[in-house]
Nanobody, 116 residues
Framework: QVQLVESGGGLVQPGGSLRLSCVVSGRDISLYTTGWYRQAPGKQRELVATITNGGSTNYKDSVKGRFIISRDNAKSTVYLQMNSLKPEDTAVYYC??????????WGQGTQVTVSS
């Protein structure tokens, strides 16, 4: 059984930082692409960042230079370091692991609110 548990969300002022964590059980994260997605109220879920099994990363244009995705295989944990946060980054952030062309698993999400 695959489980993803996110943590690290919260309320932060514009310009602040947060680090999200996602602990994955049931799969070896070093073998798959993992990533972070977000969904703001009234909007579709969108990709924020991914990291492949080979370590290649990909970012949504609006977060490039501000967010960093990484992973610790020994801890089976994927991270999203978010710096210089903006109000438009406010959303529920979800962790994802893609185990096949048609199969992926999601966490329950963690709320990030950027507001003064």
């Amino acid at each position: 059984q695959v489980q993803l548990v996110e943590s690290g969300g919260g309320l932060v002022q514009p310009g602040g930082s947060l680090r999200l964590s996602c602990v994955v059980s049931g799969r070896d994260i070093s073998l798959y692409t993992t990533g972070w997605y977000r969904q703001a109220p009234g909007k579709q879920r969108e990709l924020v960042a991914t990291i492949t099994n080979g370590g290649s990363t990909n970012y949504k244009d609006s977060v490039k230079g501000r967010f960093i995705i990484s992973r610790d295989n020994a801890k089976s944990t994927v991270y999203l370091q978010m710096n210089s946060l903006k109000p438009e980054d406010t959303a529920v952030y979800y962790c994802n692991i893609k185990v096949s062309v048609v199969g992926s698993f999601w966490g329950q999400g963690t709320q990030v609110t950027v507001s003064s």
